[in-house]
Structure formats: C-alpha cells, structure tokens
C-alpha cells in the first residue's frame, strides 16, 4: 500500500484531526524528553476510542504497516520512539481520555489508557478514594503508559507496582481484534491471567485501550521525616526496623547519597537540605493511614530507638505540609539536576535489599578502578530495591567518549547486579536502551519462551518493532 493511499484510509477512520502528517508538527511525538531518541513516521494517527483503534490496526495489519504504540512519551528507554525508516506509524493515545467509572463501593476506577496519571489520581481523591501510583511524571505520563512499562514510583513499597494495581484490561491485538478484559474482580481462576502477558510488554503484543484499577481508602494524613545516615548498610538495618515498628504504615522509603544531594542542592533553586551537616546517605521517610492520630508519636518513638542504636546520626520530622513537599522536591529533582549538570549513564536496577550494601560497595569500587574521577550519583526506592545507580558524565564529553564509556560502565555495572541475582531493568522498561544486553542477563529458556509469546501474538513483528526483543 502506497504511502498516500494509508494515509488517507487512516484520515477516514480517525479524522483530518486525528492524523498528523508535517514533519514539524510531528516532533514531540518522534524524540524522547530526553532527547536521546529520534525518529521519523509516516503519520501520527490519534485515535478517540477503542474502535477506531482496532480499525487503525487492521488497517496496519493488512497493508504490513508496523506501529509505534505511545502514551505521554515520557520513558526513558526509546520504548515509544520510531526508528529513522519513516516507515512506522506512530499511535498516540492522547485523545483517549475518558474516566468511565469510580466505583468507591468496590474500590475501582475504570478508564481510558490515555488518561493522565495525575488525573486519575484527582478522580479517586474525589470520591475519597487514594490511587497510589506516584512518580515524577505524573502530570504528562498516561496510564496506559504507566501499564505498558509496569511502572513502580515511590508507593511500591506498600501497594506494589503497577501490575499490583490492575484489576482488568481492554486490548487490541495486533490484527484488530480486541480483547474485553475489563472486569472489575479480585477473585477469577477461569484460565491463564492475561492481563499480565501486556503488562511490562511495552506496546510489542498489543494496545492497551483501558484499564480497571485498584483503588484504597484515602490516607487522612502522613508525616514525612528526613534522616542522615553513615553508611548504606544502616540506611537498609533502618528500613527493617521501621517495617517492624510501623507495619504497612511505612509507604515509602527513599535513598540519596550525599553527591546525590549536592547535586540537586547545586543545580537547582530553592532546594535545600534540611540537615546542616553533611552525611554520606540520607532517607525520606513517610508514614501515612486512615488515621492520623499516633501517626507522629509512632514515626518519633522509631527513629528514637534507631539513634539509640547507632542507625542514623540526625534526622527532621516534617511539621507542616510545605516542609514535606519540601523534603520530595530534594528527591524528585535528581533527574532535572542531572540533565543540568551533565550527562549520565543510567543504571535502573533492582537487587535484592539484603545484597544492596554489598553491591553498591563493589560498584563504587569498580568505577573508582575503572573509570576514576567520574561522579557517582546513587539513590533510589530502597524500600522495594531499585537503585539508579548512575554516573555523571560532563556537559561537553564527545559523543565518541560517551559512548565508549557508556558500553564499558554498562557492562560492569549490569555484570555485578547479574552477580547478585538483580535485574537491569527495575522500573523504565527496556526499550531500545537496554535491548541488546537481554541475551546477555537472561537465559536462553527465558528468551526463548517471550520470542514464542511474541510470535503468537504478533507474527508479522508489526507491534514496536526493534523494542524490547
């Protein structure tokens, strides 16, 4: 089929809105936010609801047109990027944005998969309800983004991933078909749980459509606290002990080192510790429930006891709802710091939480040996494992020398987490970024039974080719 003609048949299912064709007016959705990924497309189509994009699919499907799947083009693997063939069609799903159903009674919320994260988080707070997905794109990223990624955040801690939090799925396969998976239930043993095959499968078997999701009841308040710490191994001994003293109170348990820290403190305005002195690693505690009463006097009574016993050297307890803001900016703003200050090879890691000690303490050593004078920038979501294990290259390193030393702390970094029986892909999604290095951490039963699934599903490799396998 003629480049002219699949333009026009899609124009006639999704409308002249629904189809983007000028190069210029294609760019956001061709590069990453990152700006490390760049492609070109055909068309990018916008569909406005599950049909169109199942007529959109046949119609690719039909005429061998292989399609880019892309939600808010937030990711930071080249997952939702065409490649430079020009001959992909990008399907965003930004004009799908309906909240169907909240359903407080059963604690669902039902919804379009272009549906910004924020906003679905603001459809559950009004029906007092909490969705606790939270990370730092929330206010760009899409849900079915979120799913096709299975994205972790800051809340992993205590309400899982996003896989944990999906109930049901709608979606469309490859050749059109469209799978209704849409149910609202905790409970249904009636064959193999699909729903799971597209969660983390990054748009390569199908389009997720909708969603149901899991909802909670809102927390009537939480208390953050900020700790210093001497080393790692007691930052983990902390975490162990407030797990034990304030059960699924603990919500979230967050990491920075101290160049970590300086970093954020340096790059960006207005941020600023909330200790004098200076500690190798910090903590950003929180606490929250239904109730708030003994919420305080519970998270006091545990970083008491962990000073007693030699587990933290300082720590401030947040007084006001600016104050803990306050303490997440520090933490949210790592990403913008980096960006700002240099350009870092990213290692999104997950380990074991017993071996995270050990590891990090090799791999400080390594790069020390390896790659010396290069900034380690290490922080991450302790409470579930997943470390962003990066180091900072600066502003005006050759793209060659980049490159070189990308390869080379790649592989060491990611051969030491195979070591520890960790994964390189913790919450980002693989992409393009970390295709390649699969056949390396995985066994050849485990790539094995994905290519079979794949072929299954998708056998003219139509689905975001050159992603992920």
Same mark, same amino acid.
């Given at each position: 089929?003629?480049?002219?003609?699949?333009?026009?048949?899609?124009?006639?299912?999704?409308?002249?809105?629904?189809?983007?064709?000028?190069?210029?007016?294609?760019?956001?959705?061709?590069?990453?936010?990152?700006?490390? *990924?760049?492609?070109?497309?055909?068309?990018?189509?916008?569909?406005?609801? $599950?049909?169109?994009? /199942?007529?959109?699919?046949?119609?690719?499907?039909? /005429?061998?047109?292989?399609?880019?799947?892309?939600?808010?083009?937030?990711?930071?693997?080249?997952?939702? $990027?065409?490649?430079?063939? +020009?001959?992909?069609?990008?399907?965003?799903?930004?004009?799908?944005?309906?909240?169907?159903?909240?359903?407080?009674?059963?604690?669902?919320?039902?919804?379009?998969?272009?549906?910004?994260?924020?906003?679905?988080?603001?459809?559950?707070?009004?029906? !007092?309800?909490?969705?606790?997905?939270?990370?730092?794109?929330?206010?760009?990223?899409?849900?079915?983004?979120?799913?096709?990624?299975?994205?972790?955040?800051?809340?992993?801690?205590?309400?899982?991933?996003?896989?944990?939090?999906?109930?049901?799925?709608?979606?469309?396969?490859?050749?059109?078909?469209?799978?209704?998976?849409?149910?609202?239930?905790?409970?249904?043993?009636?064959?193999? @749980?699909?729903?799971?095959?597209?969660?983390?499968?990054?748009?390569? %078997?199908?389009?997720?459509?909708?969603?149901?999701?899991?909802?909670? *009841?809102?927390?009537?308040?939480?208390?953050?606290?900020?700790?210093?710490?001497?080393?790692?191994?007691?930052?983990?001994? %902390?975490?162990?002990?407030?797990?034990?003293?304030?059960?699924?109170?603990? &919500?979230?348990?967050?990491?920075?080192?101290?160049?970590?820290?300086?970093?954020?403190?340096?790059?960006?305005?207005?941020?600023?510790?909330?200790?004098?002195?200076?500690?190798?690693?910090?903590?950003?505690?929180?606490?929250?429930?239904?109730?708030?009463? !003994? %919420?305080?006097?519970? =998270?006091?009574? +545990?970083? /008491?006891?962990?000073?007693?016993?030699? #587990?933290?050297?300082?720590?401030?307890?947040?007084?006001?709802?600016?104050?803990?803001? &306050?303490?997440?900016?520090?933490?949210? +703003?790592?990403?913008?710091?980096?960006?700002?200050?240099?350009?870092?090879?990213?290692?999104?890691?997950?380990?074991?939480?017993?071996? #995270?000690?050990?590891?990090?303490?090799?791999? @400080?050593?390594?790069? %020390?040996?390896?790659?010396?004078?290069?900034?380690?920038?290490?922080?991450?979501?302790?409470?579930?494992?997943?470390?962003?294990?990066?180091?900072?290259?600066?502003?005006?390193?050759?793209?060659?020398?980049?490159?070189?030393?990308?390869?080379?702390?790649?592989?060491?970094?990611?051969? =030491?987490?195979?070591?520890?029986?960790?994964?390189? &892909?913790?919450?980002?999604?693989?992409?393009?970024?970390?295709?390649?290095?699969?056949?390396?951490?995985? /066994?050849?039963?485990?790539?094995?039974?994905?290519?079979?699934?794949?072929?299954?599903?998708?056998?003219?490799?139509?689905?975001?080719?050159?992603?992920?396998?």
């Amino acid at each position: 089929m003629k480049q002219k003609e699949l333009t026009s048949r899609l124009m006639h299912i999704v409308g002249e809105e629904g189809v983007i064709l000028n190069p210029a007016d294609q760019e956001t959705y061709v590069n990453d936010w990152l700006g490390k *990924a760049h492609g070109r497309t055909v068309a990018v189509v916008r569909p406005r609801n $599950t049909t169109e994009v /199942s007529a959109v699919m046949r119609l690719c499907h039909q /005429s061998h047109t292989p399609v880019v799947p892309q939600g808010g083009n937030t990711g930071m693997s080249g997952g939702a $990027t065409p490649d430079l063939s +020009g001959a992909q069609v990008v399907l965003s799903l930004n004009r799908m944005k309906r909240i169907h159903d909240v359903d407080p009674v059963n604690n669902t919320l039902t919804a379009d998969a272009g549906v910004i994260l924020a906003e679905i988080q603001q459809a559950a707070r009004k029906v !007092g309800r909490y969705f606790p997905l939270s990370l730092g794109a929330e206010g760009s990223c899409t849900i079915g983004g979120n799913l096709a990624t299975n994205a972790g955040g800051t809340g992993v801690l205590r309400y899982g991933n996003t896989r944990d939090l999906t109930l049901g799925l709608e979606v469309v396969l490859p050749d059109g078909r469209v799978w209704n998976g849409l149910r609202a239930l905790r409970k249904d043993n009636t064959g193999y @749980d699909l729903k799971d095959l597209f969660i983390g499968s990054e748009g390569s %078997l199908g389009i997720i459509t909708g969603v149901v999701l899991k909802l909670f *009841a809102a927390p009537a308040g939480r208390i953050t606290a900020w700790v210093g710490v001497q080393n790692l191994a007691n930052v983990v001994a %902390l975490l162990n002990r407030l797990q034990a003293d304030c059960g699924p109170r603990l &919500s979230a348990f967050e990491m920075m080192s101290a160049p970590s820290l300086s970093l954020v403190t340096t790059q960006l305005e207005a941020h600023v510790s909330p200790l004098k002195k200076i500690y190798p690693y910090y903590a950003l505690i929180e606490l929250a429930d239904t109730r708030l009463a !003994g %919420l305080q006097d519970m =998270l006091q009574t +545990g970083l /008491s006891a962990a000073i007693e016993e030699g #587990l933290i050297d300082d720590c401030v307890v947040a007084m006001s709802e600016a104050q803990s803001v &306050s303490m997440w900016k520090l933490r949210e +703003g790592i990403s913008l710091a980096q960006v700002k200050a240099g350009k870092a090879v990213k290692h999104d890691i997950a380990l074991p939480i017993s071996g #995270l000690a050990s590891f990090v303490a090799e791999a @400080d050593q390594a790069v %020390l040996t390896d790659f010396p004078g290069l900034p380690i920038i290490n922080f991450g979501h302790i409470g579930d494992g997943n470390l962003h294990y990066n180091v900072l290259l600066p502003l005006d390193v050759a793209p060659e020398d980049y490159k070189e030393k990308t390869t080379g702390l790649n592989k060491r970094i990611h051969d =030491l987490v195979a070591q520890f029986n960790g994964s390189i &892909s913790a919450e980002h999604g693989v992409g393009t970024l970390r295709r390649d290095e699969l056949r390396r951490y995985k /066994s050849t039963v485990e790539m094995d039974l994905m290519i079979a699934i794949k072929r299954a599903l998708d056998p003219n490799q139509l689905m975001n080719p050159g992603k992920l396998l």
